[in-house]
């Protein structure tokens, strides 16, 4: 752990975003190992994190273990692990993987410091400036605020938030173009 976390610092020191990747709740894992886990993400101080429960698919090592530790209660194909573990841990249930991911995701993502420099990301060039304004300026009215800039009905708006994995900054000129949205 203490060599990844040089590793992002030299990363960090270079101008180069780091991306942090973290999985949880393998069959063995306890309390202490989660909260050891959310410890590190917050000491590493990534750009970007995602945080995974493990899924044990059929026919892998961990499916094994799983099965034969009596963790298997559902199928686990099919099942949308983002919303929810698809199994605990011999220690932990679903539902507290499930409920201490988004506690910690919710805790990484409201950091003033975290916010911040994502504002600051934002206002990069005048595209991603646009597209800022119009998210802070309300919020709720988030889906209104894209058909209006991009001419869009609030249907082709709703689908393109719902469906879309387009990201503005990434692509050469720096920001999502109106063709984007068709």
């Known amino acids: 752990v203490e060599e990844k976390l040089k590793e992002a610092d030299i990363v960090k020191k270079a101008g180069i975003k780091v991306y942090g990747y973290f999985l949880v709740g393998v069959t063995w894992e306890t309390q202490q190992h989660v909260d050891e886990t959310e410890k590190h993400i917050f000491e590493i101080n ?4 995602e945080l995974h429960i493990a899924v044990p698919y059929y026919g892998t090592e961990l499916y094994d273990i799983a099965k034969k530790e ?3 209660k559902v199928p686990v194909v099919g099942q949308n692990y983002f919303e929810e573990a698809t199994t605990g841990t011999k220690f932990l249930t679903p539902k507290q993987l499930t409920s201490w991911r988004r506690k910690v995701l919710f805790k990484y993502h409201s950091r003033p410091n975290f916010i911040f420099d994502k504002f600051k990301d934002s206002f990069t060039n005048r595209k991603n400036t646009l597209a ?3 998210i802070v300026r309300d919020p709720r009215n988030l889906i209104k605020s894209i058909s209006n800039h991009f001419n869009k009905s609030i249907e082709d708006s ?3 938030i719902l469906t879309s994995r387009i990201i503005a900054g990434t692509k050469k000129d720096g920001g999502m173009k109106k063709d984007d949205l068709k």
């Open 132 to 134: 800022t304004i119009y």
């Open 158 to 160: 709703k689908d393109f």
């Open 46 to 49: 990534s750009d970007f994190i």
């Open 70 to 72: 009596g963790l298997l």
